[in-house]
C-alpha cells in the first residue's frame, strides 16, 4: 500500500513558489544597483525625447492691397548661436515664404494648389570684436546692433510685418 497524500500538502504545493521562467528557469535579476542605473538611463532617455523641437509661429493680416506676415522662429538650442557669435563666428537665418492661392477647379486635385507670390529674407547675426556690440544685417535694411543676447535673438529670430502685395490674378487660373 502507498501513502495517501493529505489536504495539507497539496495546499503547501500549491502556495509554494516556483521560477517565473519557462521550464522552471529563474529568471535573472538585476541587484539594486543595476535597477538603479536602469532606471537612470531611461529617464534620461525619456527627458532627450521631450527636449522642445524649434517651431515656427506664423501670423498674416489681411490688408486693402495684399497680406502682412510675421514670423517668429524659436530655437531649440539658442545658447549654441550665442557661443558661435561670442566666438567670432556668424550666424545666417533664411526665411523663405510663400503664399498659396486655393484653387478650386475640376482639376485642382492634380495641380494643387497655386504659388501666388514668394520671398526670402536673409539675416546675417555676428559680434563686433571693437564694439562688443552683437550686429544683425538685412539686404535692403541698414544693420541694427544689440548689447544683450536676449535682445540679438529676439531681433535675429523675428520678422515683423512683411508686406505681400495682391498680384493680378484670375481666380480661374
Known amino acids: 500500500m502507498t501513502p ?18 519557462s521550464r522552471g528557469i529563474p529568471r ?7 535597477r538603479l542605473s536602469a532606471a537612470a538611463l531611461f529617464l534620461a532617455l525619456s527627458a ?3 527636449t522642445a523641437a524649434p517651431t515656427l509661429t506664423v501670423g498674416a493680416t489681411a490688408t486693402e492691397n495684399g497680406v502682412v506676415a510675421h514670423l517668429v522662429f524659436t530655437s531649440d538650442r539658442p545658447q549654441d548661436i550665442v557661443e558661435s557669435l561670442l566666438g567670432g563666428l556668424e550666424s545666417r537665418i533664411v ?16 495641380r494643387g494648389d497655386r504659388m501666388v507670390v514668394q520671398a526670402t529674407v536673409v539675416r546675417r547675426a555676428y559680434r563686433d570684436t571693437l564694439t562688443r556690440m552683437f550686429i544683425v544685417e538685412q539686404d535692403g535694411q ?4 544689440y548689447v544683450t543676447t536676449d535682445q540679438l535673438l529676439a531681433a535675429f529670430f523675428t520678422i515683423n510685418g512683411i508686406s505681400f502685395h495682391q498680384p493680378a490674378w484670375s481666380p480661374s487660373a
Open 4 to 21: 495517501s497524500k493529505s489536504s495539507s500538502s497539496g495546499a503547501s504545493r500549491r502556495n509554494e513558489q516556483r521560477p517565473a521562467g
Open 28 to 34: 535573472p535579476r538585476l541587484p539594486a544597483h543595476g
Open 48 to 50: 532627450a525625447v521631450v
Open 95 to 110: 526665411f523663405t515664404i510663400r503664399l498659396y492661392q486655393k484653387r478650386t477647379d475640376i482639376l485642382s486635385f492634380l
Open 142 to 145: 541698414s544693420p541694427a546692433s
